[in-house]
């Protein structure tokens, strides 16, 4: 190969992976944030998820992806462990798409495509139609890259020590070893494959050594997974870890049944089969290098997922015994952590297919952990008040303290991913969520007042009346019944932030109430000067989390409103 050539082979891989990106990324702005409504209803029966996980690949031409995209639902708590196994087993068929386009030379309309794509994008100002551009164009773009790379490597048929390295694939460990590590590198099974049957068109590679690459490809493609896992919950890991068990499986089943049998002379044609079988064989199996090797891949994935899918349920077990659970810290042992979010969206990585959705629904999981945080402050804090006992005003601190971290931490995680969002709607879900997180801050420092004033009231022996005792009670009462509420809200209750509302119309009117009935104390002379004070600034604590409530209710129905 000269230099001309080994750029064309350059170019052709870049072309190819980024029209993979382009189209991840039209799909993503298309329609990312609906992923989850969509697996939510259609995981619950392992054909129906296996059917949704072979769509999706098919679509974005990347198990790699989708895999990736199931480990994020897996580690957010949107899909368990068993609805992941049928999306992955469904992933690896809809990989075999791309060979099957590349081996029916679907190719010759690639310019066609990457030009309607390209008038979508830059002539037409409808944003749905140009996500659908930009699939389009990245559809093109990926197979006028396939095709530059199988002209590179064409002069590789010619090279003596290129064909002598070839050859050695035919050794199945060699050969294995080989595809694993190349798709590792470049993290996608289906430009690997393609590479592959370009090297098999251009007659570089025999079948008889080619599938044994093939299958290495399979266990290679599992790298981009397992990279994704790292930082993510017990169960994400597991689901990466069904990947992997999954190709180990299908490539050790194939593996003995090449090596047992001379499967690969009867596809090549050099050993024919003799009566009705041979002779219906020799119509089915194509002639054509790429077109074989797009078969043999289908036909991996679909036996593979037919095997194992009877099995899907001992798989997972499977993963849970060789990553079984780990021993849980308490809340005051445990440093500060966050639960959901990962540290693949901290690492600045780019977005891709189901990012929205994953970060959005690791965000309100977190957002739901921060409240409850809240709620317990503000339990503990009006429970001190009320008992003038300081004993649980450390845990509270400690509370405090996390709440501030969670805010900061989902901050920036929001200033992340809004700088890569291309779906309007997800980027004003998430705005929302940054509003949340700054109204559940603050119910945190209020309540951190209420304990301070458990200080004052312990270190200058104030005690509140009996009445103001009562009043107290009911202050607390309706405050932790509105932040339960927030915690308790599902999607599609229209009378949720009418009852929100009324609830935080109510904290006003208390109040007020209380409010009076304190002047009418002081007029009266029951009450100290003290401890009026105190109880003042107790209700302007009491009246703000009311506010801060209703504007976590606003934002929560705007993001519902958003997806």
Known sequence: MGISEILGLLGGLALFLHGMQMMSSGLEAAAGARMKS???????????????????????????????????????????????????????????????????????????????????????????LQHIGQILAGLGVLFIGMGMMSSSMSPLRDSEPFIRIMSTFSNPLLGILAGAAFTAVIQSSSASVGILQALASSGVISYASSVFVLFGQNIGTCITAVLAAIGTNRNAKRATLIHLMFNLIGTAIFTTLFVLFPIAAVVEGTLVLPGEVGRTLSHLIPTDPMAQIAMTHTVFNITTTLVLLPLGNYLAKLAIRILPDQAVETEGQESMTLAYLTPIQAGGKEGGLGVSAIVIDQLRNELNRMLSMARDNVADSFRAVLARDQEQLVQVEQREEYIDFLNREISRYVSHLISIETNEQGSAVVSSFFTISGNIERIGDHADNLAGYTRMLVGKNISFSETAQSEISAMRDISLEAISALLHYQAGQPQWLSEVAQMEQKIDDMTDSFRRGQLQRMKEGTCNQEACILYSELLTDFERIGDHVLNIAEELTKAQTGL
């Not at 969509?38 to 198990?63: H, K």
């Not at 995209?69 to 068993?82: H, I, S």
């Not at 087993?89 to 679907?106: C, E, P, Q, S």
């Open 38 to 128: 969509i697996l939510e209803r259609l995981t619950a029966n392992r054909f129906l998820g296996v059917l949704v996980g072979a769509a999706i690949t098919a679509v974005i031409q990347s198990s790699s992806a989708t895999t990736v995209m199931v480990v994020g639902f897996v580690n957010a708590g949107m899909m368990t462990l068993g609805q992941a196994v049928w999306i992955i087993m469904g992933a690896n068929i809809g990989t075999t798409v791309t060979g099957l386009l590349i081996a029916l030379d679907v190719g010759e309309l690639a310019p066609m495509f990457a030009f309607v794509g390209v008038v979508l994008m830059v002539f037409i100002k409808e944003p749905k």
